[in-house]
Protein backbone atom coordinates (compact mmCIF):
# COMPACT_ATOMS: atom_id res chain seq x y z
CA UNK A 1 0.00 0.00 0.00
CA UNK A 2 1.68 3.16 -0.66
CA UNK A 3 2.28 5.92 1.13
CA UNK A 4 -0.33 9.48 0.86
CA UNK A 5 1.88 12.71 0.65
CA UNK A 6 0.78 13.46 4.11
CA UNK A 7 1.73 10.35 5.98
CA UNK A 8 5.37 10.04 4.15
CA UNK A 9 5.99 13.92 5.43
CA UNK A 10 4.78 12.31 8.94
CA UNK A 11 6.98 9.69 9.16
CA UNK A 12 9.87 11.31 7.78
CA UNK A 13 9.75 13.93 10.49
CA UNK A 14 10.17 11.26 12.72
CA UNK A 15 12.41 9.39 11.88
CA UNK A 16 14.34 12.80 11.61
CA UNK A 17 13.31 13.92 14.86
CA UNK A 18 14.32 10.30 16.48
CA UNK A 19 17.95 10.60 14.66
CA UNK A 20 18.83 13.94 16.14
CA UNK A 21 17.90 12.72 19.94
CA UNK A 22 19.69 9.68 19.16
CA UNK A 23 22.90 11.59 17.85
CA UNK A 24 22.44 14.64 19.81
CA UNK A 25 22.63 12.39 23.44
CA UNK A 26 26.10 10.56 22.75
CA UNK A 27 28.27 13.52 23.46
CA UNK A 28 31.56 13.27 23.43
CA UNK A 29 33.69 10.07 22.85
CA UNK A 30 35.42 8.45 25.69
CA UNK A 31 38.75 8.74 23.61
CA UNK A 32 38.39 12.63 23.08
CA UNK A 33 37.42 13.18 26.83
CA UNK A 34 40.49 14.52 28.82
CA UNK A 35 42.54 11.83 31.04
CA UNK A 36 42.08 12.40 35.23
CA UNK A 37 45.23 14.32 35.79
CA UNK A 38 46.09 15.51 32.57
CA UNK A 39 47.49 18.60 31.32
CA UNK A 40 44.37 20.67 29.20
CA UNK A 41 45.70 22.22 26.38
CA UNK A 42 45.97 26.04 26.50
CA UNK A 43 45.31 28.16 23.07
CA UNK A 44 48.90 28.98 22.21
CA UNK A 45 48.00 32.85 21.59
CA UNK A 46 47.21 34.74 25.04
CA UNK A 47 43.83 36.48 24.69
CA UNK A 48 43.66 40.26 24.29
CA UNK A 49 42.37 42.56 26.40
CA UNK A 50 40.93 44.52 23.32
CA UNK A 51 38.15 41.33 22.59
CA UNK A 52 40.33 41.08 19.19
CA UNK A 53 40.65 37.43 18.11
CA UNK A 54 44.31 36.40 18.16
CA UNK A 55 46.95 37.00 15.39
CA UNK A 56 43.91 39.89 14.28
CA UNK A 57 46.18 43.74 14.89
CA UNK A 58 45.01 47.15 13.78
CA UNK A 59 46.85 49.27 11.68
CA UNK A 60 49.20 51.38 13.13
CA UNK A 61 47.83 54.70 13.54
CA UNK A 62 51.53 57.12 13.65
CA UNK A 63 54.23 56.49 10.76
CA UNK A 64 57.07 54.10 11.39
CA UNK A 65 59.91 55.98 12.99
CA UNK A 66 62.09 54.40 10.34
CA UNK A 67 63.02 52.50 6.86
CA UNK A 68 63.12 54.90 3.52
CA UNK A 69 59.30 53.25 2.28
CA UNK A 70 57.27 53.97 5.46
CA UNK A 71 54.14 55.22 5.30
CA UNK A 72 51.65 57.08 7.55
CA UNK A 73 48.47 56.42 8.54
CA UNK A 74 45.81 56.92 5.50
CA UNK A 75 43.11 58.20 7.70
CA UNK A 76 44.66 61.98 9.04
CA UNK A 77 47.92 64.16 7.53
CA UNK A 78 49.99 64.70 9.54
CA UNK A 79 53.45 66.35 9.32
CA UNK A 80 55.92 64.29 7.16
CA UNK A 81 58.87 64.84 9.41
CA UNK A 82 61.26 65.65 6.71
CA UNK A 83 59.89 62.64 4.83
CA UNK A 84 59.92 64.01 2.24
CA UNK A 85 61.30 67.58 2.84
CA UNK A 86 59.83 70.87 1.64
CA UNK A 87 62.84 70.99 -0.11
CA UNK A 88 62.66 68.02 -2.23
CA UNK A 89 58.79 68.67 -2.99
CA UNK A 90 59.84 72.20 -4.46
CA UNK A 91 62.63 70.44 -6.10
CA UNK A 92 60.45 68.04 -7.69
CA UNK A 93 58.26 70.37 -8.34
CA UNK A 94 60.89 72.62 -10.40
CA UNK A 95 62.00 69.83 -12.35
CA UNK A 96 58.65 68.06 -13.53
CA UNK A 97 56.67 71.12 -13.83
CA UNK A 98 56.83 75.22 -15.26
CA UNK A 99 54.31 76.00 -12.48
CA UNK A 100 57.79 77.72 -10.03
CA UNK A 101 60.02 79.71 -11.73
CA UNK A 102 63.63 78.41 -12.07
CA UNK A 103 64.96 80.97 -9.51
CA UNK A 104 63.31 83.28 -7.34
CA UNK A 105 61.70 82.81 -3.54
CA UNK A 106 59.94 80.12 -2.59
CA UNK A 107 58.71 80.15 0.95
CA UNK A 108 57.16 77.56 2.65
CA UNK A 109 53.30 78.55 4.30
CA UNK A 110 52.62 74.76 5.23
CA UNK A 111 54.80 71.74 5.27
CA UNK A 112 54.70 68.42 3.68
CA UNK A 113 51.69 66.47 5.70
CA UNK A 114 51.53 63.05 4.73
CA UNK A 115 48.79 60.41 4.70
CA UNK A 116 49.93 57.17 3.71
CA UNK A 117 52.13 57.49 0.95
CA UNK A 118 50.83 60.83 -0.53
CA UNK A 119 51.84 64.02 0.65
CA UNK A 120 50.42 68.00 0.97
CA UNK A 121 52.24 71.29 0.65
CA UNK A 122 51.29 74.62 0.61
CA UNK A 123 54.31 77.10 -1.09
CA UNK A 124 54.03 80.99 -1.47
CA UNK A 125 55.16 82.51 -4.68
CA UNK A 126 55.93 86.16 -4.77
CA UNK A 127 52.93 87.64 -6.75
CA UNK A 128 50.77 84.51 -6.23
CA UNK A 129 48.41 82.82 -4.99
CA UNK A 130 49.49 80.14 -2.41
CA UNK A 131 50.43 77.24 -4.25
CA UNK A 132 48.74 73.72 -3.59
CA UNK A 133 50.76 70.71 -4.32
CA UNK A 134 50.20 67.17 -3.82
CA UNK A 135 52.35 64.33 -4.64
CA UNK A 136 52.90 61.22 -3.93
CA UNK A 137 55.85 57.90 -3.08
CA UNK A 138 58.86 58.02 -0.97
CA UNK A 139 60.72 60.93 -0.40
CA UNK A 140 63.13 60.04 -3.23
CA UNK A 141 60.92 59.51 -5.66
CA UNK A 142 58.29 62.02 -5.53
CA UNK A 143 55.75 62.48 -8.31
CA UNK A 144 53.79 65.39 -8.71
CA UNK A 145 49.96 64.87 -8.71
CA UNK A 146 48.63 68.35 -9.28
CA UNK A 147 49.55 71.61 -8.65
CA UNK A 148 47.60 75.08 -8.56
CA UNK A 149 45.31 76.81 -6.78
CA UNK A 150 42.47 74.46 -6.99
CA UNK A 151 44.02 71.05 -6.68
CA UNK A 152 40.91 69.00 -5.79
CA UNK A 153 41.14 66.99 -9.24
CA UNK A 154 39.36 63.33 -9.76
CA UNK A 155 42.65 61.71 -9.30
CA UNK A 156 42.76 63.02 -6.07
CA UNK A 157 39.14 62.84 -4.96
CA UNK A 158 39.16 59.43 -6.00
CA UNK A 159 42.57 58.17 -5.26
CA UNK A 160 44.27 60.48 -2.65
CA UNK A 161 44.16 59.11 1.22
CA UNK A 162 41.42 60.77 3.09
CA UNK A 163 44.00 62.40 5.31
CA UNK A 164 44.65 64.14 1.95
CA UNK A 165 41.49 64.83 0.77
CA UNK A 166 40.63 66.65 4.41
CA UNK A 167 43.45 68.42 4.47
CA UNK A 168 42.85 69.92 1.07
CA UNK A 169 39.10 70.33 1.53
CA UNK A 170 38.41 68.12 -1.33
Same mark, same amino acid.
Given at each position: ??????????????????? =???? !??? !?????? $?????? /?????? =???????? /??????????????????????? &????? $????????? *??????????????????????????????? &????? &???? /? @? $?????????????????????? *????????? !??? @?????
Amino acid at each position: MPLRPTRFLAALAAAGLTG =TVLL !GGC !GVPPEL $QPKPGA /PVPQPS =TPATSTGL /PPGFSMPPTVPPSTGPSATFSEI &TATLC $QGRPSADQV *ISTLRHTTSILPGSGTVTVVTQPMCAGTWQY &TVLSV &TGRE /P @L $QVVTKGAPGKLTVVTAGTDICT *IEVRNFAPA !GIR @LTAGC
